[in-house]
């Protein structure tokens, strides 16, 4: 059975990223969303949210799992027995940070590798943070969320606010 690994904060996890998920079977047998505990980011949903709401997003996608990771990818990718890291890409812009990343990852485990996939174009703008910023000002979320990460995305800004 070969393994992929999508790794990533999901903060929250998006259609765009259920469509890069659901097209990366094409390439391996399992994917493991990889939830990260990122300390140099400041998610809206801890780590154990994140996982629950990424579950929510891919519970009809056969051959998909999701785990909570923390350190090193590479180390974890060894751990979990993967074949690949996953990585989309909406733009350009994304592709230098992403291929920094790669050779970085190829440099501490040589046996590495990492799968690009250019993101549907219906979510090639598509980020995290965006959906957040559309959800802050009460805009609608079916284009970007599932309709259950939808709601619990507006109660916690709601009660945020409060």
Same mark, same amino acid.
Do not use: C
């Given at each position: 059975?070969?393994?992929?690994?999508?790794?990533?904060?999901?903060?929250?996890?998006?259609?765009?990223?259920?469509?890069?998920?659901?097209?990366?079977?094409?390439?391996?047998?399992?994917?493991?969303?990889?939830?990260?505990?990122?300390?140099?980011?400041?998610? =809206?949903?801890?780590?154990?949210? !994140?996982?629950?709401? &990424?579950?929510?997003?891919?519970? #009809? $996608?056969?051959? +998909? /799992?999701?785990?909570?990771?923390?350190? =090193?990818?590479?180390?974890?990718? !060894?751990?979990?027995? &993967?074949?690949?890291?996953?990585? #989309? $890409?909406?733009? +350009? /812009?994304?592709?230098?940070?992403?291929?920094?990343?790669?050779?970085?990852? !190829?440099?501490?485990?040589?046996?590495?590798?990492?799968?690009? $996939?250019?993101?549907?174009?219906?979510?090639?703008?598509?980020?995290?943070?965006?959906?957040?910023?559309?959800?802050?000002?009460?805009?609608?979320?079916?284009?970007? $969320?599932?309709?259950?990460?939808?709601?619990?995305?507006?109660?916690?800004?709601?009660?945020?606010?409060?």
């Amino acid at each position: 059975m070969t393994i992929g690994i999508y790794p990533g904060t999901f903060d929250p996890l998006t259609r765009g990223h259920t469509d890069v998920i659901a097209r990366s079977l094409r390439l391996v047998d399992q994917v493991i969303v990889a939830v990260a505990l990122n300390p140099r980011k400041v998610p =809206l949903f801890d780590l154990k949210e !994140r996982v629950e709401l &990424a579950e929510i997003a891919t519970q #009809g $996608l056969k051959g +998909v /799992s999701v785990e909570p990771f923390d350190g =090193l990818l590479v180390n974890y990718v !060894r751990q979990r027995g &993967a074949l690949a890291i996953i990585r #989309g $890409l909406r733009a +350009v /812009s994304d592709f230098e940070h992403e291929f920094q990343m790669a050779l970085l990852n !190829r440099k501490l485990d040589s046996n590495l590798e990492t799968v690009f $996939l250019m993101s549907s174009e219906e979510y090639s703008y598509l980020t995290s943070s965006m959906v957040k910023e559309v959800a802050s000002v009460g805009g609608p979320l079916h284009h970007f $969320l599932h309709p259950e990460i939808a709601e619990r995305l507006q109660a916690r800004l709601r009660r945020n606010a409060q």
